[in-house]
């Protein structure tokens, strides 16, 4: 029997979007919303599962049931108690949309003083995408995990361009890389554990502040790399972004 507390929590006004085999699957029920947060955390089972959200075991089984019938999530059985099951999420989450929409913004004013005074064909692109991602953010929707999977296939690709044994070697030559696509400048802030700054950044240096970390594309990246370089999978964690008011982004590899 699980001894956590229901935890008291706000309102969930956050719709997620998931993929399975069968398509997009989209969530807007506050119960099984926060049944896939739960989750989203590590696998658990019924138990625990109610005595977190403080709902009754009836309506957890059900939303628990429902999870399963479309594809999102699935449960295996718990190796410490028999009689019980482990849910675990199976599908791909593609991102979020609030009901609430808590970023305010004129787009006019963001286009104008960003994207019509450029006069670089390459900041201009760059500007339309940021322009786009300012749009769907307006509107409420959280595209960081369709941004961060794109950024893991990128670093995947170019893994073998950017290999070496030693890690400030290799670091040197991702930063090498950084510049030269103008993604922006890197600097190793420490390397126990690995810390990296980067300024200039092209994912979020222009973008307004928002409040929370934005460079998703380039956590995706470095996570890629650094995965194929250490030879096990490692978590990036931004600490430090300009959509948080920093003057530079930083990011932590795990």
């Known amino acids: 029997m699980s001894n956590e507390k229901p935890q008291k929590t706000k309102t969930n006004n956050q719709i997620k979007i998931f993929g399975t085999q069968t398509g997009v699957n989209i969530i807007e029920s506050p119960v099984k919303t926060r049944i896939l947060s739960i989750l989203e955390e590590k696998e658990r089972n019924g138990a625990e599962i109610v005595a977190i959200t403080g709902k009754s ?40 949309l609030s009901r609430e929409n808590e970023f305010k913004m004129e787009m006019d004013n963001y286009i104008s003083a960003n994207v019509i005074k450029s006069n670089d064909p390459f900041e201009f692109f760059r500007f339309i995408f940021r322009t786009i991602r300012v749009a769907l953010m307006e ?36 930063a090498e890389f950084w510049q030269k696509n103008k993604l922006g400048r890197l600097k190793i802030e420490n390397l126990q554990p690995l810390t990296i700054r980067a300024y200039d950044c092209f994912e979020c240096e222009d973008l307004p502040k928002i409040g929370r970390s934005a460079c998703a594309f380039d956590s995706g990246i470095l996570e890629a ?27 932590i590899v795990k």
């Open 57 to 96: 075991k009836a309506t957890i089984s059900a939303h628990l049931h429902d999870l399963v019938d479309i594809g999102i999530i699935e449960s295996k059985p718990n190796p410490l108690d028999g009689r019980s099951k482990l849910f675990f999420i199976k599908s791909s989450y593609i991102g979020g």
């Open 139 to 174: 509107e409420g929707f959280n595209i960081d995990p369709i941004l961060h999977n794109a950024g893991v296939k990128v670093g995947s690709t170019f893994y073998e361009k950017l290999k070496d044994p030693e890690t400030e070697v290799m670091i040197g030559k991702i």
């Open 225 to 251: 790399l650094f995965s194929e370089h250490f030879s096990k999978d490692v978590d990036v964690e931004e600490v430090k972004c300009f959509a948080k008011g920093d003057d530079y982004c930083c990011f």
